[in-house]
Protein backbone atom coordinates (compact mmCIF):
# COMPACT_ATOMS: atom_id res chain seq x y z
CA UNK A 1 0.00 0.00 0.00
CA UNK A 2 2.59 2.70 0.63
CA UNK A 3 4.30 1.39 -2.66
CA UNK A 4 1.47 2.75 -4.55
CA UNK A 5 1.11 5.91 -2.11
CA UNK A 6 4.53 6.86 -3.00
CA UNK A 7 4.18 6.07 -6.97
CA UNK A 8 0.91 8.70 -6.74
CA UNK A 9 3.03 11.59 -5.28
CA UNK A 10 5.95 10.98 -8.31
CA UNK A 11 2.72 11.79 -10.61
CA UNK A 12 1.82 14.88 -8.34
CA UNK A 13 -1.21 13.09 -6.26
CA UNK A 14 -0.49 14.44 -2.62
CA UNK A 15 -2.31 14.04 0.38
CA UNK A 16 -1.82 17.26 2.38
CA UNK A 17 -2.33 18.22 5.63
CA UNK A 18 -4.30 21.12 7.14
CA UNK A 19 -2.89 24.66 6.17
CA UNK A 20 -1.73 26.37 9.47
CA UNK A 21 -0.40 29.69 9.05
CA UNK A 22 2.54 31.91 10.80
CA UNK A 23 1.48 35.04 11.91
CA UNK A 24 4.73 37.73 12.05
CA UNK A 25 2.87 40.22 14.69
CA UNK A 26 0.31 43.11 14.49
CA UNK A 27 2.98 45.02 12.14
CA UNK A 28 3.19 42.30 9.80
CA UNK A 29 0.77 42.78 6.99
CA UNK A 30 1.29 38.91 5.68
CA UNK A 31 0.47 35.42 6.79
CA UNK A 32 2.97 32.83 5.99
CA UNK A 33 0.49 29.17 5.04
CA UNK A 34 2.22 26.41 4.91
CA UNK A 35 1.16 22.47 4.23
CA UNK A 36 3.13 19.13 3.48
CA UNK A 37 2.36 16.33 2.31
CA UNK A 38 1.33 12.95 5.06
CA UNK A 39 3.51 10.30 2.29
CA UNK A 40 6.48 11.62 0.92
CA UNK A 41 7.18 15.04 3.05
CA UNK A 42 7.15 17.25 0.17
CA UNK A 43 6.46 21.16 1.84
CA UNK A 44 4.41 23.88 0.17
CA UNK A 45 4.89 27.26 1.69
CA UNK A 46 2.51 30.75 0.17
CA UNK A 47 2.60 34.10 1.62
CA UNK A 48 -0.62 36.03 1.49
CA UNK A 49 -1.98 39.42 2.45
CA UNK A 50 -4.15 39.64 5.42
CA UNK A 51 -6.96 41.45 4.30
CA UNK A 52 -7.31 39.37 1.62
CA UNK A 53 -10.27 37.06 1.74
CA UNK A 54 -9.61 35.41 -1.84
CA UNK A 55 -9.45 31.59 -1.47
CA UNK A 56 -11.25 30.97 2.27
CA UNK A 57 -14.83 30.56 2.70
CA UNK A 58 -17.39 31.67 0.14
CA UNK A 59 -21.03 32.44 0.83
Known sequence: MVKVRKFLCKFGIHKWSRKT???YGPTSNVKTWRRYCK???KR???VQAKG???GFRRK
Open 21 to 23: YID
Open 39 to 41: ICG
Open 44 to 46: QSW
Open 52 to 54: DKK
